[in-house]
């Protein structure tokens, strides 16, 4: 019933009054992560890396469309700074790790469309052979084979707490496959991302035969292309670690590396900062000013304030995109639009994601 009133309302046009009403106008920043042809894409464990479906995203863009400008990082830092004001509805869209399938993707949505947008890139897996852990984790469940399971099951140098979730590896069958891999990533994530590395190594040792993961970043040309395609390219930290669990020492190797890495190699200004899983403290905000970054993005729910000044601006929230059909996606954004702008949290390390992402 409650879906047959949103169809209803959706197709009346009917809400797209409330978002009309509203005095000021909003600035959100949406939230994108990987995005892939479910229709051809291999049949992944993870969700990261089945990623979001391309027809689903177009439909969720044209849904922006009818609600919200898509603004420039640059105009988005201009309302920031005081500046400049919205004369509507503002968005800026934003995709973290920099996949390889952006190219292929989105690239030629926003175009199509003459939209800005930027990409957040952890430097370091750029042009290489780096993978994120998680997308190890997921590969080897899907290619291993029973000796490799075995060998898993036997490993001893590995903290106690994934020890019981080896020894229920299951890859008789696809659904095991999903199990195993879906409990051992949720159970590493509880480490620290020193601890976890180590783990996947012994991990990947039981796996000789498997080739690398096809899930990668993109290389330098391609975000050379993205900057000559009017989107901007910002940090999301040199090796993707979660920056509050590190020292201050490790956080500014990460951020002074990483901003330093991508002006380099793309001779663009680096002032905006993802933090990799919304791990981030007082101590991670003072050391991203002292790197030199102006604006902070963080998993926090919400519309953004403006302007902003001090150290809040680097503890933007963003919105994730609702997954759903075009009559939720409306309802979603009407609702959005409509909620209280509530001021951003003091406590800088008390974001909390609308959806889990790695």
């Not at 849904?63 to 509507?88: H, Q, W």
């Amino acid at each position: 019933m409650k879906q047959l009133i949103k169809s209803t309302l959706y197709r009346m046009g009917l809400w797209k009054m409330a978002f009309r009403l509203r005095g000021r106008p909003t600035l959100a920043v949406f939230a994108f992560h990987r995005i892939t042809d479910h229709s051809s894409a291999a049949d992944h464990l993870l969700g990261y890396d089945r990623g979001q479906d391309v027809k689903e995203f177009t439909g969720q863009l044209d849904a922006l469309a009818e609600y919200f400008e898509v603004i420039s990082l640059e105009t988005f830092n201009d309302c920031m700074n005081g500046t400049t004001e919205p004369k509507r509805h503002s968005a800026l869209l934003t995709f973290d790790d920099a996949d390889s399938e952006f190219i292929r993707y989105v690239l030629p949505e926003l175009k199509r469309r003459q939209w800005p947008a930027v990409v957040f890139t952890p430097s370091d897996f750029v042009g290489g052979d780096k993978f994120f852990w998680h997308v190890w984790v997921g590969h080897l469940f899907l290619v291993m084979n029973k000796e490799d399971a075995e060998r898993m099951k036997s490993l001893e140098d590995v903290p106690s707490s994934v020890k019981p979730v080896l020894r229920g590896i299951d890859v008789s069958t696809h659904t095991g496959r999903m199990k195993g891999c879906r409990a051992l990533v949720s159970e590493l994530n509880k480490l620290k991302d020193n601890d976890i590395l180590q783990v996947v190594e012994k991990l990947k040792a039981c796996c000789p035969a498997a080739d690398q993961p096809t899930i990668h970043t993109m290389g330098w040309s391609d975000h050379k292309e993205l900057v000559n395609a009017n989107v901007s390219v910002q940090s999301h930290t040199a090796s993707h670690r979660r920056l509050a669990t590190l020292s201050r020492e490790e956080m500014a190797t990460e951020l002074v590396g990483s901003k330093a890495r991508l002006e380099t190699e793309l001779d663009e200004p680096v002032y905006a900062i993802c933090y990799p899983q919304g791990s981030v403290n007082e101590v991670a905000v003072e050391e991203s000013v002292e790197a030199g970054y102006s604006l902070g993005f963080t998993t926090e729910y919400g519309l953004c304030r403006y302007p902003v000044t001090g150290e809040k601006r680097l503890m933007l929230p963003r919105v994730d995109i609702w997954s759903g059909s075009p009559a939720e996606w409306h309802w979603s954004l009407g609702r959005l639009l409509r909620a209280p702008i509530r001021p951003q949290s003091e406590d800088a390390g008390g974001s909390t994601p609308l959806n889990t992402r790695l």
